[in-house]
């Protein structure tokens, strides 16, 4: 199995620019959720869907966040538009459905570090 | 809602010497605990997770972990370090019931030295 993969890997763009990050859970998975990582906050989770259905949405920052799962095999993320203090990792993970007794592990990608100049 | 917090942000300790990396929760319902690693320039790895049953609970690396639910407490052990375990650590938690999301602690630097 390929793992998560998240593309692409390193972004740096300018501030006002559209960021779209990419991310392909493992086949199979029906629970993916995106995490943000910082110094000074950690890893904060940004949104989850759960079947590609959003869930919880709450740690969105603000509008120029947006996260779609069209399928169960692809999801984005776009900030839009850009600031420098979005600059951080960005992760996607994927479990099995993630509901009472079965959560069991998440499995992480590699991550997207994003510099917004 | 639940929350994690790691006591610890830096944790520096010698080559072969036993590490502690602490970690308490907060939760109004029961939980699921889990611990972390992440290694430079990589996603989070799960180490080990306490589900139910004993609350010693063994994981990759010779890493274990103790559930004291008094304390609200899920500290993370190994007797001997490598340098090789030189890398991140977080602690999370996600309530029992339902979808509830998991939540992390801000992570626990191991630097371990030769």
């Known amino acids: 199995d390929a793992g998560v993969i998240q593309s692409p890997r390193h972004e740096v763009t300018e501030m006002g620019q559209e960021v779209t990050l990419r991310c392909k859970p493992i086949s199979g998975h029906n629970s993916l959720f995106w995490y943000r990582q910082t110094m000074m906050r950690g890893l904060e989770l940004l949104i989850y869907f759960n079947n590609n259905v959003p869930i919880d949405d709450s740690g969105m920052p603000e509008d120029r966040f947006s996260a779609k799962m069209p399928n169960a095999s692809f999801s984005t993320l776009k900030i839009q538009p850009s600031e420098p203090r979005d600059s951080a990792v960005y992760f996607c993970?994927?479990?099995?459905?993630?509901?009472?007794?079965?959560?069991?592990?998440?499995?992480f990608g590699s991550g997207t570090q994003l510099s917004v100049l | 809602a639940q929350s994690v917090t790691q006591l610890d942000s830096q944790v520096p300790v010698f080559e072969e010497a036993p590490v502690e990396l602490r970690c308490n929760y907060s939760s109004s319902v029961s939980v699921y605990l889990f611990w972390y690693v992440q290694y430079p320039n990589q996603g989070l790895q799960l180490l080990l997770k306490?589900?139910?049953?004993?609350?010693l609970v063994k994981g990759i690396n010779g890493f274990e972990a103790e559930f004291n639910k008094s304390q609200t407490s899920f500290h993370l052990r190994k007797p001997s370090v490598h340098i090789s375990d030189t890398a991140e650590y977080f602690c999370a938690v996600s309530g029992r019931s339902g979808n509830t999301p998991l939540v992390f602690g801000k992570g626990t630097r191991l630097s371990v030295i030769a």
């Open positions: 306490y589900l139910s049953g004993s609350t």
């Open positions: 993970a994927s479990s099995f459905l993630w509901a009472g007794e079965q959560k069991t592990k998440l499995f």
